[in-house]
């Protein structure tokens, strides 16, 4: 039985990849600061500890790994990574826990490593044009990522193609696009658009209003979580080491996205659109590489990803609403 080692498996991806890995045969450790918020994990042994602690990564390798999924970051969606307030922290905790990982198992006998970096590597000045934007595998240079998230995660890349070039590492190298789907974070800070929408709409009266960041124009596609870790699987079985874009090519402005939701529940709401933090003005997976070395694309529209999304984040609202009145009521009673 192959042993692969999810490093961020109490995250939104890490969570449902381990799921995936179990379903092909794997025995999978788990690790991560915290177990998965919404879910029991799969994993058969889960560790819990910082990744930036050279003496919690090795202490991941008692066992002998075949496999190592790197999905552990310091993460969240434009209200976190695009205010400029994280970035020492992002850059910091990501970089450090890349180095120990690469140092460590290039000492293990570990067949491959998967590394998840971001489409937020692409330059921004490919991507003004809402309906039009460039991010083609080798468009990278001259670098001109956004946002500091985009600058580690290019950093690291070059880092893990390094420890290819002159260790022998086998890496495997994907650019996430917006992977969305049930069991991620929908509120807090850290949530991605589609959760933060979704929240939203499901906390709204029919006939409110939502707010909307930006003017809503700007524009990006998105994949449903079954899709990526499928992609994901894909790229380690091949003998092909990327950079390659993981994500959809169906692309939608963020303001068809709120209507899209609102459709999924029923509501007519107004949409308010106020300052925030907005990222790049377009931005699309361009899927040529991937259709090419792996023979994959994404199997599951747009839209039924949404709806599946929209029922779990409703649910979860509705549940903390029934948990906030029945504590209101004990309180009154006492
Ligand atoms: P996530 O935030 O849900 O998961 C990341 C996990 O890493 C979290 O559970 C967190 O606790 C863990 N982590 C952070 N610092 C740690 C540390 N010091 N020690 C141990 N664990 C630590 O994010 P996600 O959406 O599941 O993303 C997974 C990976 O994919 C990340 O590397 C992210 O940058 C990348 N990515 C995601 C998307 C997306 O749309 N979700 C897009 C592009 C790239």
């Given at each position: 039985?192959?042993v692969?080692?999810?490093t961020g498996a109490?995250?939104?991806?890490g969570?449902?990849?381990?799921t995936?890995?179990?379903?092909k045969?794997?025995r999978v450790?788990?690790?991560d600061l915290?177990l998965?918020e919404?879910?029991?994990?799969?994993a058969?042994?889960?560790?819990i500890?910082d990744?930036?602690?050279?003496?919690?990564v090795e202490s991941?390798?008692s066992?002998?790994?075949?496999?190592?999924?790197?999905?552990a970051a310091d993460?969240?969606?434009a209200?976190?990574?695009?205010?400029?307030?994280?970035d020492?922290?992002?850059?910091?905790n990501?970089?450090l826990i890349?180095l120990?990982?690469?140092?460590v198992?290039?000492?293990?006998?570990?067949?491959?490593?998967f590394y998840?970096?971001?489409?937020?590597?692409?330059?921004?000045?490919?991507?003004m044009?809402?309906?039009n934007?460039?991010c083609?595998?080798?468009?990278?240079?001259?670098a001109?990522?956004?946002s500091e998230?985009?600058w580690?995660k290019?950093?690291?890349?070059?880092?893990y193609?390094?420890y290819?070039?002159?260790?022998?590492?086998?890496?495997k190298?994907?650019r996430f696009?917006?992977?969305?789907?049930?069991q991620g974070t929908?509120?807090?800070?850290?949530?991605?658009?589609?959760a933060a929408?979704?929240r939203?709409?499901?906390m709204a009266?029919?006939?409110?209003e939502?707010e909307?960041?930006g003017?809503g124009t700007?524009?990006r596609s998105?994949?449903?979580i079954d899709d990526?870790v499928?992609a994901?699987?894909?790229?380690?079985q091949s003998?092909?080491?990327?950079p390659?874009?993981i994500?959809?090519?169906?692309l939608?402005s963020?303001?068809?996205?709120a209507k899209c939701?609102?459709r999924i529940?029923?509501?007519?709401l107004?949409?308010?659109?106020?300052k925030?933090p907005i990222?790049v003005?377009g931005?699309?997976?361009?899927?040529?590489l991937?259709a090419e070395?792996l023979n994959?694309?994404?199997?599951i529209p747009?839209a039924?990803?949404?709806?599946?999304?929209?029922?779990?984040i409703?649910?979860?609202?509705?549940?903390?609403?029934?948990q906030t009145s029945e504590?209101?009521?004990?309180?009154?009673?006492a």
């Amino acid at each position: 039985m192959k042993v692969a080692l999810v490093t961020g498996a109490g995250g939104f991806i890490g969570s449902h990849l381990v799921t995936f890995l179990k379903s092909k045969g794997y025995r999978v450790i788990g690790a991560d600061l915290k177990l998965p918020e919404f879910s029991v994990t799969t994993a058969d042994e889960f560790k819990i500890g910082d990744l930036r602690s050279i003496e919690f990564v090795e202490s991941l390798f008692s066992i002998p790994v075949d496999e190592v999924y790197q999905l552990a970051a310091d993460m969240g969606g434009a209200g976190y990574l695009f205010t400029g307030e994280n970035d020492a922290d992002v850059m910091h905790n990501s970089v450090l826990i890349n180095l120990n990982l690469l140092n460590v198992v290039t000492q293990k006998k570990v067949d491959k490593v998967f590394y998840s970096s971001s489409a937020c590597i692409y330059p921004e000045y490919n991507q003004m044009d809402a309906n039009n934007p460039n991010c083609t595998e080798g468009s990278e240079y001259p670098a001109a990522p956004d946002s500091e998230y985009g600058w580690e995660k290019l950093f690291s890349e070059r880092l893990y193609l390094s420890y290819q070039r002159n260790y022998g590492l086998n890496v495997k190298i994907a650019r996430f696009h917006n992977i969305f789907g049930p069991q991620g974070t929908f509120d807090g800070g850290r949530e991605k658009v589609p959760a933060a929408l979704a929240r939203k709409v499901a906390m709204a009266q029919d006939g409110g209003e939502i707010e909307i960041w930006g003017d809503g124009t700007q524009t990006r596609s998105f994949l449903y979580i079954d899709d990526c870790v499928e992609a994901v699987f894909k790229l380690m079985q091949s003998d092909f080491s990327g950079p390659v874009n993981i994500g959809s090519s169906e692309l939608i402005s963020i303001n068809a996205l709120a209507k899209c939701f609102m459709r999924i529940s029923g509501k007519q709401l107004t949409l308010k659109h106020v300052k925030g933090p907005i990222g790049v003005q377009g931005r699309n997976s361009d899927n040529r590489l991937i259709a090419e070395k792996l023979n994959w694309l994404p199997g599951i529209p747009l839209a039924s990803g949404l709806e599946q999304t929209y029922q779990w984040i409703a649910q979860q609202v509705n549940a903390r609403a029934g948990q906030t009145s029945e504590l209101a009521n004990q309180q009154k009673t006492a």
